[in-house]
């Protein structure tokens, strides 16, 4: 009880100006004290017309003369000697990033609330008339501030309580009828009003939004799992399948070679016994050799006769017919056969492949990659593609690491190929198409040329429909010639319009069924834009129909 007295006391000797112990304090004609300095100083600062009591805000038609309270000043030194507090603690001071106190003198207090209507911010002492004094009670107070002073009409020096809805701003209520005469002009708080209540229904859309981007994260979520989850499994299963074909091909292998030592086995036996029985009619053959002409020597005529019929008598010799000497011909149908399967089998992996790589590019997924606007957001899929000469007519020269295509009218000398193309000058290229694609084209010379995207399986020989690009549902063409092009598909022409350039650039977007060529110069202007659906990889191709035609694949960096 004793320390709350203190405080009651230290409080009750304070200066609510300063908010230090009162020094020469000097007591005003309401009844409240302040130091001497802290009241000269706030009057100075004021309006003759309007001294007022800091406190209560008892107004005075004439500044009161001050005089020292001695009485006051005797409590105070003799209660400085019973240990009362000098200044409050430093936290409650104002730093460089606090609201001070507008009323405070010298070290300004922290502001504890900011008054819109007067406007000044105030310490927890100089409130305390907002709360006491009915006028001031109705005055807006907020936390504090310090933008009070965006409150203020600069031309006015009035508090801003409108608001123009022609113009959006706030106005004080000189402007309403001044410059804002007859315009759209309502009160701030009814502004608020309405500006809340659309406030509201925007937080309320955007927490639907919130909850349905929410809904679409733990969706992809769900989608990133379920991806996962397949992928896992479709690695296992190949993992189980390629190696099931590893102990496939090693039995197949194990089986030939077996198969192989086995017959080698019995042709070199049947061999051994052959060449064994050869060798025994050899040394019966030189042993009755040695006979005979131990009797040709014999000097007795009569001996010689009587053992002439023993020993000319010869075996029956071995029938020669039985040797059918093969050389390094016993095992090539074996190799070659062998040969045989691992070319089908190359060839079915090679098509098979890219069908593989492409049904694993073609899980649809939520959210896909806007498509490119500018060349260097194209360039970001660009893709090496070279022609493949196995595909070439014998009047299209290839050249330039099998980039450049020149349509000539001399026979070149390719060798037969199922895959070449035999009624039209076309040439594809060696590379399947998957995924995002761009690349480009420069042409040149007089001819017309084609560029085109088809699919592998486009009939090569002779000039019907179903080889010509553009002419069936198998490949997709524009054509340049003349400074004007045309596209073409299952036969159908569609003019298209353009600038004219000697550049072309083709994109694709294989899973999103999306094709288009673009004119390229210093800028890129959409020609033709096809929207379908791919079922198959494609190729990039060639077309030429007159002489003087070239054709390059450029490389993009």
């Given amino acids: 009880m004793a320390q709350k007295g203190v405080q009651l006391d230290q409080e009750a000797f304070c200066c609510s100006i300063c908010l230090d112990i009162l020094k020469d304090p000097v007591t005003i004609p309401c009844g409240h004290s302040y130091c001497m300095s802290c009241i000269k100083g706030f009057w100075d600062g004021e309006d003759e017309r309007k001294i007022c009591c800091p406190q209560c805000r008892q107004a005075f038609t004439l500044r009161p003369v001050l005089g020292k309270n001695t009485m006051l000043a005797a409590l105070v030194e003799q209660l400085k000697k019973t240990g009362l507090q000098a200044a409050p603690a430093d936290h409650c001071y104002a730093g460089p990033e606090d609201v001070a106190c507008d009323v405070c003198t010298g070290r300004k207090l922290k502001a504890l609330k900011s008054c819109l ?14 709360y006491n004094a009915p006028p001031l009670k109705k005055h807006k107070l907020v936390e504090p501030t310090k933008k009070l002073q965006e409150n203020i009409c600069s031309r006015h020096d009035e508090v801003m309580k409108m608001f123009c809805r022609t113009d959006q701003q706030s106005i004080c209520y000189l402007c309403s009828v001044d410059e804002h005469k007859g315009h759209n002009t309502v009160s701030a708080a009814a502004e608020r009003t309405e500006r809340q209540r659309e406030l509201e229904v925007s937080r309320l859309n955007i927490q639907q939004r919130i909850q349905d981007r929410e809904k679409d994260v733990k969706l992809l979520q769900q989608e990133v799992e379920t991806v996962s989850r397949s992928a896992d499994k479709a690695v296992e299963d190949s993992e189980k399948i390629f190696t099931q074909l590893i102990r496939l091909l090693q039995k197949r292998s194990s089986d030939v070679k077996q198969q192989i030592r086995s017959q080698q086995e019995t042709e070199v036996s049947g061999v051994i016994k052959l060449q064994e029985k050869l060798q025994q009619e050899i040394t019966e053959l030189k042993r009755k050799d040695a006979e005979l002409k131990k009797l040709s020597h014999t000097e007795d005529h009569n001996q010689f006769l009587h053992n002439y019929p023993s020993v000319s008598q010869l075996s029956k010799p071995t029938d020669s017919s039985s040797i059918n000497i093969r050389p390094l011909r016993y095992f090539e149908d074996v190799t070659a056969a062998v040969s045989e399967l691992r070319n089908k089998l190359q060839d079915l992996l090679r098509s098979k492949w890219t069908n593989i790589l492409l049904t694993g590019t073609e899980m649809d997924v939520l959210l896909s990659e806007p498509e490119p606007k500018t060349r260097i957001e194209f360039l970001r899929y660009s893709c090496e593609i070279t022609l493949d000469p196995n595909t070439a007519h014998r009047k299209v020269l290839l050249s330039d690491g099998n980039r450049k295509a020149i349509y000539t009218s001399q026979q070149q000398s390719y060798s037969s190929h199922p895959d070449r193309f035999t009624g039209f000058s076309q040439v594809l290229s060696r590379e399947s198409l998957t995924g995002r694609c761009y690349w480009e084209v420069d042409w040149r010379g007089t001819g017309a040329v084609g560029v085109a995207v088809a699919y592998k399986n486009i009939s090569r020989v002779g000039s019907s ?72 990889p494609l190729y990039a191709g060639l077309c030429f129909y007159y002489d003087g035609a070239t054709a390059e694949l450029r490389k993009l960096k």
């Fill in 117 to 130: 209507t007067c406007p000044a911010s105030y310490c927890e002492n100089h409130l305390q008339p907002h």
């Fill in 465 to 536: 429909n179903k080889c010509e690009f553009g002419s069936n549902n198998k490949s997709w063409m524009l054509y340049y010639y003349t400074n004007r092009y045309e596209f073409y598909f299952n036969n159908i022409l569609t003019p298209v319009s353009g600038p004219c350039s000697s550049r072309v650039g083709v994109y694709l977007d294989h899973r999103a069924g999306i094709l288009s060529f673009y004119s390229v110069s210093e800028t890129m202007t959409l020609l033709h834009r096809v929207q379908t659906t791919f079922t198959q």
